[in-house]
């Protein structure tokens, strides 16, 4: 081969490995970026979706939450969640992590607490925050926060829990008051601005409302000062301070049919009606 070939030749070869250096320097990995680049905007879409899922389900938690923690007393009683940061939650749940994982905390409030209380005996105040406890622990029972979502062929896990990583019933009041009672002692302990303020032994709860019936007077109207009849039944205070319970039940016979001697003083018959009508005073 003569030498101008020879030339040719490693011309060529030089211009294709230029060629091809080129190609693997530029092109390429601009393909390789861009497919990467639409990789993540699918994930990101997904995330979103999955976002949206989970957002969607501690929203109506909490509205159903609420709904019936009013109906234990407390009827202005307002949920709200908040997002909490995966390493906060870990420390709270000891789980671990995995895909598609949320972490909720619930808090409560009310514009009337503040009123409920200082209307209130203690104990009526503990009998109702027992009641809002018991209804706040069918929803997210201690050590058992999680909740799943079926998504496609995934798994959404939502974790929901008090805001202040307890299993105690806390309710702040409009001016920051905070109302707690904690019962992990076994006790009903009930702390107003973090000091304690009552303590209820177990054998004082099982105390029933016929201790408080030597208050009424004839005909069965109330003659102490923890009920006000003139109050309306709308009033979460008054509503608890009853001393035959009267708001648990929802039937004006089962009330008098419970009640009825003691309203007739002895006497079922006559104490009938008088029981049946005090629980329509009481309810309307």
Known sequence: ???????KVFLISMTVIIVLLFLSQGVYPKYKAGKYE??????????KKVDAKAEDYIEEYA???QDKMRLAGVDDLIVTYDDLTDDIFKKYTNSEEINYTYYYAV???????DQIYAEDTHKSFIRLMESERDVMNEGHAPGDHSHEIEYGDQTITVYIGNADRSNAINIKG????????????????LLVGGVTVNIVQEEEETETAESSSNTATAGGRLGGDSFDTSTSSDNASTRRTDPYDVYDYDDPDDFAEEWAEEFGDGDYDDGYDDAYDYWEDAWY
Do not use: H
């Open 63 to 65: 509205s159903q939450l």
């Open 107 to 113: 808090s409560y409030s009310s514009e009337s607490i």
């Open 174 to 189: 409009p001016q920051g008051t905070e109302y707690c009672l904690d019962t992990s002692s076994g006790q009903s302990k």
């Open 38 to 47: 639409e990789e993540q905007k699918k994930i990101a879409a997904e995330q």
């Open 1 to 7: 081969m003569s030498d101008e070939k020879k030339g």
